[in-house]
């Protein structure tokens, strides 16, 4: 049955759009034409405004379309204003900066977090997958795998930053004489690991989306525009 498309909504596709311009117009593209130029300046090929509006493609830009898709969703007026606050607070903590120092409980926590987070996360998977349709279940499987690439990802970021290449301890990577070819075949993994990650994510909620819209259920939640 089609719905009426109300203005909030078009206004929240617009926002969407925008956002999705500003990451993939400049978070991505323009971001080959940065790199090249920052290999040969350093920081003075985006140290500009447009550098500057550059560097918050993705951070921002991600935001944007997050708090446009909100509106076309029409998600409860609390919703919405905890997304703009959470935007405002992470522009502050990005804005303020984490730490300069080497901190290596900082890692070892956020470590043993992910690894908890994913064990959770897999052991729900396990207990609401044997109440789902089949397509239900395809949908629910093809996002935990890219879980599975997900914390791939993040151990191999470990090994990036912390033992085997050293990054953040150069003197080390000197010491043990690490080559630059172990670095650069870590980090491709990781590109690779993120990447398979965001697509299993996406087919996944894809494929659940299908499954629902066969039988529809009717949500009977009190929703109101953002913009009302």
Not at 26 to 39: D, E, T
Not at 81 to 95: Q, S
Request: hydrophobic share 55%; with cysteine; net charge positive.
């Amino acid at each position: 049955m089609n719905r009426k498309t109300t203005t909030a909504q078009k206004i929240g596709w617009a926002i969407f759009t925008i956002g999705a311009i500003y990451m993939i117009g400049l978070g991505w593209l323009y971001s080959w034409r940065v790199v090249p130029a920052a290999n040969q300046f350093g920081s003075d090929a985006y140290s500009s405004l447009l550098g500057f509006v550059w560097a918050l493609s993705v951070p921002l830009g991600a935001f944007v379309v997050a708090i446009g898709a909100a509106l076309s969703a029409k998600v409860e007026r609390r919703v919405f204003w905890l997304l703009i606050l959470l935007v405002l607070l992470f522009t502050a903590w990005r804005i303020g900066g984490t730490t300069r120092q080497m901190i290596p409980a900082l890692f070892g926590i956020g470590g043993g977090l992910i690894t908890l987070f994913f064990i959770g996360s897999v052991w729900q998977w396990a207990r609401i997958r044997p109440t789902l349709s089949g397509a239900g279940k395809t949908g629910s499987d093809l996002r935990m795998v890219g879980y599975i690439f997900f914390v791939v990802a993040a151990w191999d970021l470990c090994g990036i930053f912390g033992i085997a290449n050293f990054v953040l301890r150069p003197e080390l990577a000197e010491q043990f004489t690490v080559p630059i070819s172990s670095t650069i075949n870590s980090a491709a993994s990781v590109n690779i690991l993120l990447a398979l990650g965001w697509g299993f994510t996406y087919f996944g909620q894809l494929v659940s989306h299908r499954a629902q819209a066969v039988d529809p259920e009717a949500d009977i939640v009190p929703q109101i525009a953002a913009a009302d």
